[in-house]
């Protein structure tokens, strides 16, 4: 079976079983609930022509978590905090839709409504499932969360989305399936989700919030519905989405808020009393009709009749609407040309699509968001960075479990270690809410890895991917030694980033594996830390491997002491597990495990966002310098600024090509609203310096080269260079940040060079797509600059880079950041944000991270890697080593000596994919069939050698799986590739804006 990409930047998904023909499969089941049902669009109320039709969604917005934890959120606890509870939401909703056949509601949060469901007696859920076929119960998004669009990396959101939208499918088939996405809260929104959302299946897409500016720009233009070209590699309309922008945010109209959470006055509709409103509430309800009319395109209009946590006793809101809706058609009668209804998303989608009209078009993204002059919704894109890092690992941990567990079979749930998994779901519909899988979906929430949550509740999201880990760590152990044939016991360091790990440290004999998730071969550094001084290593044939032993100078808040760190380059094949071995203080042997062999046969049933475009070499390249040298200076500065504490001079030769940069690490001190020009303060959210000028924050061999410096107390930054290494590591560790004078901080790492970058700078979409940023423009609007860094600051979520003809400097971060480009040639990344007031945007308290492990204060520390090449060619190392430091290996020890019947080495793979091919997903989908997704990551003419087609041959894939069938799914493996249809818009023509170069597609393969 040979399978062929045939756009850039796309995904493929598709299913192996075990069994040639399986007894059931989803497909049929899918085809009898559809036929057995009215859900869709004949289940929308009818409207009428020649009047503006009002469509009235009742529903609920329910973060999973924000002021309190998921758990706290559903069950209505700790009320002390916010009045919420989930669970009686669902039971009052159901109640009272049960009582009228008119009424709608639309439900988004999947992860609550499965807690939900399971509760349920089976006559609950046979109504339930009444409801949603006859279309009263409407789902809209589907997610397992509503995910946050600056922060997530893209591979993150097709699993919380998949997890999501299959357990719809699979508990109410094809009338559970959303039809329109629905991010009503993320605080800006990104090009990839909605190119994700269009090769998911969706119809159009719904958001709340925009900047102000663009918002007023598009009022007046009645532009604020359009068609968002979300790929410029994929050919259109397959990642062409129509996108509206909601009237209210995602509130109901003023004055017409009907929760036991609001004060607005019930219609009171008796004529007798004295206080009778009714033609009171149809006229303030008619003038608001009017007037939203005035800035939209079409005669119908939509109403956003809820908000946060609302219809705890939903008889309220009925109540009152369905009042609402009859005493205004009444009106009709004495000419009125209103009409209201209760409606859904997609009802009113689809009466806009029956408008027939063309669109405006849009290219690029909604980013920053701003929702007043000096209120820059750009600090969040930094918020918690120890959190931003763990989730990010969490998300490779994710990954790898997966993988050992198609590897391992049976026995990887089952083993010698104990029980474990992965995933939250079986075949059964069994899923286990402490699952990696559902820790990792529930922390992609637009209140959870944006750092935008109160402390106790981040506390609660890390808890839960530690508590994920765990089972997954099982999982691996029996993995693992069903592959070697070992049954040491494994242990799992997972402190090696502060370099303790108490076997290394203590043990004289220990063994290492380090497993390689990538499908191409990889060379990374291992640093651990030891007792010994020196160590000789070889790997699984007895091959030596360069390593060094280094005295480290370790600074805490209170002292300085010392440690040995052992370094040491290994090179790991695709798909691969490499076992290290050391013994005894001398030797080191390193052994290659298989990353993904099982046998198994695939069946479609998912689609992966991948483009494969071709590529015929089976080899990476590797140093894209021949030379570099590094040397301390403190004298270089490009630009006229006392900024430069640390000067890295990097000399490159490559075509004769050179270039210079300078790193520096530099503060901006918070704004605590105490200004003129507002009284707005820097917090969890909003980003706001209080001025535009940073402050300064004042041994060479064979296997690496470090540059070492201390800027302060709380400031520190190792340069390396590892041999045959495609990039610089900067490994920068920031706190406890000083707070003493009152003033908050917000620490960057700023590269300034020689580049000619013209104000212009490119960020990445999701960890996929870059998109181009212009200094103090935006493509849609001629933009009033009122903040010249919060508003020039743009999410980076993977890497970002600047370049001229010559040059191209990129930076290839290991979590979301925020970043920019201030002066030309430069480029910054905030690493570290302490302040010290809220920013009145509902946390309700500062953002001053604190613990009993770092009562001064948080310590973060992270990486930096940068290339530097000519344009042409700097995609072929950046992307590569984008998927690395997101899918980096894993190492776990074992003491002792390994067993001289340990197996050493096993490839799942039988040849290395492409360079252009990323094996995004494999995962047990059910007993008998996996899921594996391919990427191509390439967009359209980003590389002369890599943006083409790429042919897969999947039966000549994996080593010991035999394929017996593939079929294609969407993206988000919820319907078959081939029967999946979707609304065809028109755009207008000269209306396209874009941010970007090139573009990314997906395909899915199950």
């Known amino acids: 079976m040979i399978g062929k990409i045939h756009k850039q930047m796309s995904h493929d998904s598709w299913l192996f079983s075990k069994m040639a023909t399986p007894e059931y499969t989803p497909f049929v089941f899918l085809l009898l609930l559809f036929q057995s049902s009215v859900w869709g669009f004949p289940s929308c109320h009818a409207t009428k022509p020649g009047m503006l039709n009002v469509h009235l969604v009742p529903h609920t917005h329910d973060d999973v978590g924000w002021l309190k934890t998921v758990d706290q959120y559903f069950y209505g606890d700790r009320n002390d905090i916010q009045h919420a509870g989930v669970q009686y939401i669902l039971d009052s909703v159901v109640d009272q839709l049960l009582k009228n056949p008119d009424r709608r509601f639309i439900y988004v949060e999947t992860a609550f409504f499965y807690r939900w469901w399971k509760q349920q007696t ?65 605080f800006g929104h990104a090009r990839e989700h909605a190119s994700m959302f269009a090769q998911m299946g969706y119809d159009g897409f719904f958001f709340g919030r925009l900047d102000y500016q663009d918002r007023n720009r598009r009022m007046v233009a009645r532009e604020q519905e359009m068609l ?36 607005d006055p019930p219609i009171r509709d008796d004529p007798d009393l004295e206080d009778y409103n009714v033609d ?112 990010r690992i969490s998300n490779s941990y994710l990954q790898t479990c997966k993988q050992l567990e198609v590897l391992g079979g049976p026995i990887s749930r089952k083993g010698p270690f104990g029980a474990g998994d992965s995933e939250t779901l079986s075949k059964c519909l069994v899923y286990t809410l402490s699952s990696h899988s559902s820790a990792m979906a529930v922390a992609q929430h637009h209140d959870a890895v944006s750092g935008t949550e109160k402390q106790h509740v981040a506390n609660d999201y890390a808890r839960k991917l530690a508590n994920g880990w765990a089972h997954c760590q099982v999982l691996v152990s029996n993995t693992l030694s069903s592959l070697s044939g070992s049954s040491a016991p494994r242990v799992y360091c997972e402190h090696l980033n502060i370099s303790v ?10 063994s290492v594996n380090v497993y390689n998730p990538l499908a191409r071969p990889v060379s990374w550094p291992v640093r651990l830390p030891v007792n010994g001084t020196a160590y000789r290593i070889s790997d699984a044939k007895g091959k030596a491997v360069d390593s060094q032993v280094e005295l480290l100078l370790v600074r805490t808040t209170y002292s300085l002491s010392t440690l040995l760190s052992l370094s040491l380059s290994i090179s790991l094949y695709p798909s691969l597990s490499l076992s290290i071995s050391l013994y005894p203080s001398l030797s080191l042997s390193i052994s290659l495990y298989p990353s993904l062999s099982l046998s198994i046969s695939l069946y479609p049933s998912l689609s992966l966002s991948i483009s494969l ?26 630009q006229p600024s006392s900024l430069l504490s640390l000067c890295a001079s990097i000399v490159t030769l490559r075509d004769f090509l050179s270039s210079l940069f300078c790193v520096c690490l530099s503060r901006y001190n918070a704004s605590d609203g105490n200004n003129s020009e507002s009284i707005q303060m820097s917090g969890a959210y909003i980003f706001r310096p209080n001025t535009s000028t940073p402050f300064i924050i004042s041994k060479t061999n064979s296997v690496v080269q470090e540059v070492r410096q201390w800027f302060s107390p709380w400031v520190s930054q190792v340069v390396r260079l590892y041999t045959d290494s495609r990039a610089l590591e900067l490994e920068w560790t920031v706190g406890p940040v000083p707070i003493g004078d009152d003033l908050g901080k917000e620490v960057i790492s700023r590269l300034d060079s020689s580049i000619n970058s013209s104000g212009v700078f490119y960020t990445d979409s999701n960890g996929r797509e870059m998109l181009q940023r212009r200094k103090d423009y935006r493509p849609t609007w001629n933009l009033r600059q009122s903040e010249p860094i919060a508003g020039n600051y743009y999410p980076i979520n993977s890497r970002a880079y600047i370049k001229d003809d010559k040059d191209q400097l990129t930076v290839v971060t290991d979590r979301s950041q925020g970043g920019g480009s201030i002066q030309d040639g430069s480029l910054e990344i905030m690493l570290h944000r302490r302040l010290l007031y ?26 930096h890697l940068l290339s530097l090449s000519p344009p042409a060619t700097a995609a ?32 799942g793979l039988q040849a290395v994919l492409p360079p252009a091919v990323h094996l995004l997903t494999v995962s047990q989908w059910d007993q008998d069939t996996v899921l594996l997704r391919l990427e191509h990551q390439y967009q359209a003419s980003e590389s002369k050698e890599h943006s083409q087609p790429v042919t897969v041959n999947l039966q000549k894939l994996f080593s010991t799986l035999d394929v017996l069938g593939v079929s294609e799914m969407n993206l988000s493996a919820n319907q078959w590739k081939d029967e999946m249809t979707r609304l065809d818009w028109k755009a207008e023509s000269g209306t396209h804006h874009t941010g970007v170069t090139n573009q990314l597609s997906a395909y899915s393969a199950l």
């Open 122 to 186: 089976d006559d609950m859920q046979n109504t339930v499932k009444q409801l949603v076929n006859e279309g009263r119960l409407e789902f809209v998004n589907g997610g397992w969360c509503m995910s946050d669009e600056a922060t997530t990396h893209y591979s993150a959101v097709i699993d919380q989305m998949t997890m999501g939208l299959r357990f719809l499918n699979d508990t109410f088939g094809h009338c559970g399936r959303p039809r329109v996405a629905w991010h009503i809260d993320p």
């Open 228 to 263: 968002w070209r979300a790929s410029e590699s994929l050919t259109p309309p397959m990642a062409d989405l129509f996108t509206g922008i909601l009237p209210n945010g995602y509130n109901p109209p003023e004055g017409f808020c009907w929760d036991q959470s609001c004060d």
């Open 280 to 391: 009171d509430v149809v006229t303030r309800f008619l003038h608001i009709a009017h007037g939203q009319a005035l800035v939209y395109k079409t005669n119908h209009i939509i109403m956003t009749m809820g908000s946060d946590f609302q219809y705890e006793n939903a008889n309220l809101w009925y109540k009152n609407l369905d009042k609402l809706i009859r005493y205004v058609n009444q009106m009709q009668s004495n000419g009125s040309e209103v009409n209201v209804l209760y409606s859904t998303p997609s009802c009113y989608l689809q009466e806009l699509h029956r408008a027939n009209l063309t669109w405006p078009l849009k290219g690029d993204d909604f980013f920053p968001y701003a929702d007043s002059a000096h209120d820059f919704w750009t600090g969040y894109f930094t918020s918690r960075p120890a959190l931003k890092r763990y989730e």
């Open 501 to 510: 790990c108490p076997l290394t440290e203590t043990s004289k004999k220990f």
């Open 613 to 638: 475009y071709p590529s015929l070499s089976l080899t990476p390249s590797y140093s894209l310098y021949p030379s570099i040298i590094i040397s301390p200076s403190q004298s270089f500065s490009p």
């Open 838 to 863: 809220d920013d009145v945007r509902g946390v309700g308290e500062p953002l001053n991270e604190m613990s009993d492990i770092y009562p001064e204060g948080l310590v973060v520390r992270g990486r």
């Open 876 to 907: 072929d190392t950046h992307r590569p080593l984008a998927q690395e430091v997101v899918l980096q290996p894993l190492i776990t020890f074992t003491d002792g000596e390994l067993h001289p019947s340990t197996r050493l080495e096993f490839s």
